[in-house]
């Protein structure tokens, strides 16, 4: 990883951010914690960075928001999330198939049910691998790690 291509810090808009269940809010901080511990971040001709951003949810749109370590403002993309919906529906019930077996059954029907959920994980990454394209390179275990912040916000809805 660059030093300079890269994300330090990652913040979730608290006006965007419903309270998830203990294994939703572990889940989000984990994301945070080891997005910001491993990431490939560039953005195409700026030679900038490292970088913050802040996600945000307005009017069913993902603010991307970007700025340099210091604070000043780079770029904001608005993505539409309607080529996440299917992932977004498919991944919350899988989820909530996930953590209910957790407590209750066997470890190979555990995995079972994690390998569909990592499976929509993956889609859900490559999907935001492209849509990023051409505005922010990002590796694929970025933008997996992205799509659990996107689904966190998804959660208030």
């Given at each position: 990883m660059?030093e300079s291509?890269c994300?330090?810090?990652?913040?979730?808009?608290?006006a965007?951010?419903?309270?998830?269940?203990?294994?939703q809010e572990h889940?989000?901080?984990v994301a945070?914690?080891d997005l910001?511990?491993?990431?490939h971040?560039?953005?195409?001709?700026?030679?900038?960075?490292?970088?913050?951003a802040?996600?945000?949810?307005v009017?069913r749109r993902?603010?991307f928001e970007?700025k340099?370590?210091d604070?000043a403002?780079?770029?904001?993309?608005h993505?539409?999330?309607?080529?996440?919906k299917r992932?977004i529906?498919?991944?919350?019930?899988?989820?909530?198939?996930y953590y209910g077996?957790i407590?209750?059954?066997?470890?190979?029907?555990?995995?079972?049910i994690d390998?569909g959920?990592?499976?929509?994980?993956?889609?859900?990454a490559?999907?935001?691998?492209e849509?990023?394209s051409?505005?922010?390179?990002?590796?694929?275990?970025?933008?997996?790690?992205?799509f659990?912040l996107i689904y966190a916000?998804h959660?208030k809805?």
């Open positions: 660059s291509h994300l330090i810090s990652v913040t979730l808009d608290e965007s951010l419903g309270r998830g269940g203990a294994d889940e989000r901080a945070i914690y910001v511990e491993r990431n971040f560039a953005l195409p001709g700026f030679d900038g960075g490292p970088y913050t802040h996600l945000a949810m009017e993902l603010v970007v340099q370590a604070g403002p780079v770029i904001t993309h993505l539409s999330l309607t080529p996440f992932i529906k498919d991944y919350e019930m899988v989820c909530d198939s077996a407590r209750t059954s066997t470890p190979s029907q555990i995995e079972a390998m959920r990592r499976g929509l994980h993956d889609e859900a490559h999907i935001l691998v849509r990023l051409g505005k922010v390179e990002i590796d694929h275990d970025t933008a997996r790690r992205l659990t916000l959660w809805g």
